[in-house]
T-cell receptor
Framework: ETGVTQSPTHLIKTRGQQVTLRCSSQ?????VSWYQQALGQGPQFIFQ???????GRGNFPPRFSGLQFPNYSSELNVNALELDDSALYLC???????????????FGPGTRLTVL | AQTVTQSQPEMSVQEAETVTLSCTYD???????LFWYKQPPSRQMILVIR??????QNATENRFSVNFQKAAKSFSLKISDSQLGDTAMYFC??????????FGKGTKLTVNP
């Protein structure tokens, strides 16, 4: 059984650019959630995808968008990068059977994004 | 909105001793889940233990156990026989009838030899 993987590990961008982060869910999982973790803070929920549809969203602007593919892998896209977007981006997968997934979320190793 | 509070930013313990990390939460929901996650310097968030609110029995996983007090909205983590590999950030998290985990700000635990 493979765990959650994320790519790339590190990324450096400049203000105004766009970035795409990728996540492969754990085998058998159909739900992916994305979190932003600023330095010294706990993770903040960005959004969740269940069977290729957005299943809930946190307090993030529309320039944060996502996709989920038929194999349940997912992308997080951030447009018009700002300095405050510098953070660790964590992806978590779970097995959701209902609209709200309360099954345990298992995390990937994260992508460290630095915006200069 | 749910909130999770971890009042101990940093703690330290000697190897082989026992340490307890505190967590309180606020919610109006009756059915929910509580978690402790560990985040070592490698950054990977690792599940330590999970508690379902409808279960009165406290969850246990080897050296890790919780003290779940539903009325007091308290969820502490006890680590017995602390090991050097337990050094990490520990996050308490809440999940109610929605899709998201709500995390506390974390407690940095250092296990000293």
């Amino acid at each position: 059984e493979t765990g959650v993987t994320q790519s790339p590990t590190h990324l450096i961008k400049t203000r105004g650019q766009q970035v795409t982060l990728r996540c492969s869910s754990q085998s058998g999982h159909n739900t992916v959630s994305w979190y932003q973790q600023a330095l010294g803070q706990g993770p903040q929920f960005i959004f969740q995808y269940y069977r290729e549809e957005e299943n809930g969203r946190g307090n993030f602007p529309p320039r944060f968008s996502g996709l989920q593919f038929p194999n349940y892998s997912s992308e997080l896209n951030v447009n018009a990068l700002e300095l405050d977007d510098s953070a660790l981006y964590l992806c978590a997968s779970s097995l959701g059977g209902q609209r709200w997934s309360t099954d345990t979320q298992y995390f990937g190793p994260g992508t460290r994004l630095t915006v200069l | 909105a749910q909130t999770v509070t971890q009042s101990q930013p940093e703690m330290s313990v000697q190897e082989a001793e026992t340490v307890t990390l505190s967590c309180t939460y606020d919610t109006s929901e009756n059915n929910y889940y509580l978690f402790w996650y560990k985040q070592p310097p490698s950054r990977q968030m690792i599940l330590v233990i999970r508690q379902e609110a409808y279960k009165q029995q406290n969850a246990t996983e080897n050296r890790f156990s919780v003290n779940f007090q539903k009325a007091a909205k308290s969820f502490s983590l006890k680590i017995s026989d602390s090991q050097l590999g337990d050094t990490a950030m520990y996050f308490c998290a809440f999940q109610g009838g929605s899709e998201k985990l709500v995390f506390g700000k974390g407690t940095k635990l250092t296990v000293n030899p």
